[in-house]
């Protein structure tokens, strides 16, 4: 808003008074017109925009409050926190699809002498998404398949030994058959650990004895075919054991009775778990007092291990296949000797898993 003011003509000697008094009032009219916008809100116009802007501290607050606004209500980042978990959901998926694969891996130990079901089993696990987790402790304590079928290489039928004359092929349900077995119930292997009933069981056609985390696990003796010469398969395997924990197949003396501490271990497997050992005792003590030999094997397959003892020497086979043969007189036992199946406990002070060994059958010929 602008004033103008009109002044009337005024003579020459009243010139220099009126121009001070006009001064004056123009001043106190401009300061009254200042004060008046104030009031209402309004503002000097600026003559070099024309009156086209305003200038004053309103038009800067609305300036200042825009981005504000737009921050306030700007929808950017709820789309972000909503695509996150939805993309999320793809992992969460991955381990539903992967989930079978550790089916996968112990129904193909299940059937270890399969070529078959382990190069089946093999690609599926390939194909997962994830990598199967290491079965094994599920593996080792889980119920074993039945026995397969075929019985593989066997050291009888490759050289004719004829038809087995005493045995057990587990085929039935329920504790060892106690006409033809002892079941220990003592103390373990030198005192460690505990061999109790408890720990065996048949079933699925095979014979399991299970050693636990405190060393508590089992063997027992035959009661049949307590010979002196013979011949003696069995067919066995074990899970991914503990190195804590020996698979043993042995020929003992009769009645615990051998003066020189007789003892055929045909199938021995020690903390060396992919070894398999034939020990062959002939004495109490000293430096010399047995044989041995080892051969590379993977225990968790089922294999047939066997022994021909013969008064001209001992030989031990694994499916078929000679591995040990000792023929020194001396060394022969002297006395009548039957089979035992045992899974010993070695402690080594550090923590046990769960081991066992499975039986299949036991065979003995003349």
Not at 166 to 184: C, I, Q
Request: aromatic share 8%; hydrophobic share 35%; proline share 9%.
């Amino acid at each position: 808003m602008s004033f103008k003011h009109n002044y009337a003509q005024k003579p020459r000697h009243q010139g220099a008074a009126a121009a001070r008094r006009g001064s004056a009032a123009r001043k106190a009219l401009l300061l009254t017109a200042i004060g008046v916008m104030s009031l209402t809100g309004c503002g000097l116009a600026s003559p070099s925009n024309n009156g086209s802007a305003a200038v004053g501290s309103n038009a800067e607050l609305a300036a200042a409050s825009t981005p504000l606004a737009r921050a306030k209500h700007s929808p950017k980042p709820k789309p972000t926190h909503t695509a996150r978990p939805k993309a999320s959901a793809a992992p969460t998926a991955r381990p539903t699809v992967a989930s079978p694969a550790p089916t996968v891996a112990p129904s193909a130990s299940q059937s270890p002498t399969s070529g078959t079901a382990v190069s089946t089993a093999t690609p599926t696990v390939a194909s997962s998404p994830a990598p199967a987790p290491t079965s094994s402790p599920a593996t080792a304590a889980s119920p074993a398949a039945p026995a397969p079928a075929g019985d593989g290489t066997q050291a009888a039928v490759k050289f004719g030994w004829g038809s087995a004359v005493a045995g057990d092929e587990f085929s039935y349900t329920g504790a060892p058959d106690s006409t033809k077995w002892s079941v220990y119930n003592s103390a373990g292997h030198a005192g460690n650990g505990t061999r109790t009933p408890k720990a065996w069981s048949v079933a699925n056609g095979m014979a399991t004895v299970s050693g636990d985390a405190e060393g508590n696990t089992g063997g027992m003796s035959a009661k049949f075919a307590q010979q002196q010469y013979g011949r003696w398969e069995t067919r066995m395997r074990t899970n991914a054991r503990d190195p804590q924990y020996h698979p043993v197949l042995i020929l003992w003396p009769n009645n615990n009775a051998s003066s020189k501490c007789a003892e055929i271990d045909y199938a021995e497997s020690t903390e060396a778990t992919a070894q398999m050992k034939f020990f062959l005792h002939y004495a109490c003590g000293g430096s010399d007092f047995q044989t041995t030999t080892s051969t590379p094997i993977d225990t968790t397959q089922w294999h047939n291990y066997a022994v021909e003892w013969t008064p001209s020497g001992i030989t031990g086979y694994i499916d078929g296949v000679k591995t040990f043969t000792d023929t020194n007189p001396a060394h022969q036992p002297g006395v009548g000797m039957h089979q035992t199946l045992q899974l010993d406990w070695f402690p080594n002070g550090g923590a046990t898993s769960p081991s066992q060994m499975q039986v299949d059958w036991v065979r003995v010929y003349k």
